[in-house]
């Protein structure tokens, strides 16, 4: 078995595969101060829950944007599961050729993306990914990762609102009955949700232009379900792109 952890700025998403079958995921808060021993208990508690034996486990596949938690997973890989994990950075052979200035400022959950995406849709591509920031990624039709572009994640726009104004509350981010707000509530949920699917809308567009016609869509992250149901720009939604990058990196890396 392989584990596969994706370290965001909000959440860490874990993944188990046994060859390319994704056996379970789970997802938990990150938490900075976190202790290499805690993230243990949690995922050998995890495992245990699952029936997964940590003896099993030929590997570990790593994808970070959180540099002091980077180090706490190799701390928690090589002490609690024995294993020299993987982590994906500038050294790492990932099959993608990386055309940013600055190919080091590029975060590794993106690279894994451009790496899942290229293997299973293709290019040119557009990934969109939904996480504590709202990322556009380009792909071309070769497979190299052109940059892409950078928005405040929907979450935080919407925490902006509560903590930055006097009146306006806390809300759940779900669909409101229509886009004219008849109340407070329904009008934040309508400029937050309606507003981000514009939001990809335009991006999308602006992207197809440099790219070109045939250019796919993928969304990823926590709400791209939630975004893919009201635009007809998002093709496909796959929840699990970045664990599937991480694997197929640390196959290239065997």
């Keep these: 078995m392989l584990l596969c952890i994706d370290i965001g700025n909000t959440n860490i998403v874990i993944g188990v595969y046994r060859g390319e079958e994704l056996l379970g995921h789970w997802r938990v808060a990150t938490v900075h101060d976190r202790m290499a021993d805690e993230y243990a208990m949690l995922l050998l508690q995890f495992f245990s829950h699952s029936g997964y034996d940590p003896a099993a486990l030929q ?7 959180v540099p002091p938690l980077t180090r706490t997973f190799i701390e928690l890989s090589e ?27 590029v975060g590794a959950d993106r690279v894994a993306n451009a790496a899942a995406t290229y293997r299973i849709y293709g290019g040119p ?68 949700l309606f507003g981000y699917v514009g939001l990809v809308e335009g991006m999308v567009a602006r992207f197809r232009e440099e790219l070109g ?10 709400l791209a379900e939630v975004i893919a149901r009201e635009t007809t720009v998002i093709k496909v939604v796959d929840p699990w792109l970045t664990l599937k990058g991480l694997r197929m990196i640390y196959e290239m890396n065997r």
């Design 213 to 222: 016609p045939d250019m796919r869509v993928i969304g990823t992250g926590g």
């Design 79 to 105: 002490t609690h599961l024995r294993q020299t994990p993987l982590v994906v950075d500038a050294g790492v052979r990932t099959g993608v050729r990386i055309r940013y200035d600055n190919p080091r400022e």
């Design 125 to 192: 591509a557009c990934v969109v990914d939904f996480g504590t920031a709202t990322t556009f990624d380009a792909i071309s039709a070769e497979g190299d990762y052109l940059g892409g572009a950078i928005a405040p994640g929907i979450f935080i726009a919407a925490e902006a609102l509560f903590t930055r104004t006097a009146k306006l509350p806390r809300i759940d981010l779900t669909r409101p009955p229509r886009a004219i707000g008849s109340n407070t509530v329904q009008s934040m949920q309508s400029g937050i």
């Design 59 to 65: 590997g570990v596949a790593i994808a970070s944007v």
